[in-house]
């Protein structure tokens, strides 16, 4: 089983819509991200949150909102999804003393 | 000024050259960098990290850090054809709530046979 999981894999959902995407993990670490990836732009951040009570805004969160609803769980909404938030998305954990982050396999996600 | 910038390329070297990779970063306070490699598709994967200035080398990889000019790079020695890839230069910038680990915009690697 993957360390870091995502769900779902891919998703098609309409604008308007409100959409959750759900990541979960089994190493143990407090750290976890949201990141969005597009063509030629790397990866931006969204949120991250350092702990359950520890949520904090990244680069780019407008049009979205998280829950850490454990040490394990974070999961990202796009109250009303619109067609520029096509993209893929990846959820990723890190340990705080390395720094090494570790990723989940992706969310692609279309907005039509 | 972004972050963490990198050259999006392509950067194109035939198998066996050194592929040069660079990155710039802006937040003097960072103290961990790191290379992800992603291949199309998949999700990124850590290939070498380096938290001292000078150079560090694990196997074909060798990362560079010079904190003074907020710089880091990444050498592939020996290129293959299956080292082509997006590379990803990571920053973890400091703040008083810990740090948040920044990325660049990737470059893009093909190595040719």
């Known amino acids: 089983d993957a360390d870091v999981t995502q769900t779902p894999r891919n998703r098609i959902t309409k604008t308007g819509k409100r959409i959750m995407l759900e990541c979960s993990q089994t190493?143990?670490?407090?750290?976890m991200y949201w990141y969005r990836q597009d063509p030629g732009l790397g990866l931006r951040l969204i949120y991250y949150?350092?702990?359950?009570?520890?949520?904090n805004k990244g680069e780019i969160s407008d049009g979205y909102s998280v829950s850490r609803q454990a040490q394990a769980k974070f999961s990202l909404s796009l109250e009303s999804a619109i067609p520029n938030q096509t993209a893929l998305y990846f959820c990723?954990?890190?340990?705080?003393?390395?720094?090494?982050?570790?990723f989940g396999q992706g969310t692609r996600l279309t907005v039509v | 000024q972004k972050e963490v910038e990198q050259n999006s390329g392509p950067l194109s070297v035939p198998e066996g050259a050194i592929a040069s990779l660079n990155c710039t970063y802006s937040d003097r306070g960072s103290q961990s960098f790191f290379w992800y490699r992603q291949y199309s598709g998949k999700s990124p994967e850590l290939i070498m990290f380096i938290y001292s200035n000078g150079d560090k080398e694990d196997g074909r990889f060798t990362a560079q850090l010079n904190k003074a000019s907020q710089y880091v790079s990444l050498l592939i020695r020996d290129s293959q054809p299956s080292d082509s890839a997006t590379y990803l230069c990571a920053v973890n910038e400091w703040n008083n709530q810990g740090g948040k680990l920044i990325f660049g915009q990737g470059t893009e690697l093909s190595v040719k046979p």
């Open positions: 990723a954990t890190s340990d705080w003393r390395t720094g090494k982050a570790f």
């Open positions: 190493k143990g670490h407090d750290r």
């Open positions: 949150s350092f702990d359950v009570k520890d949520i």
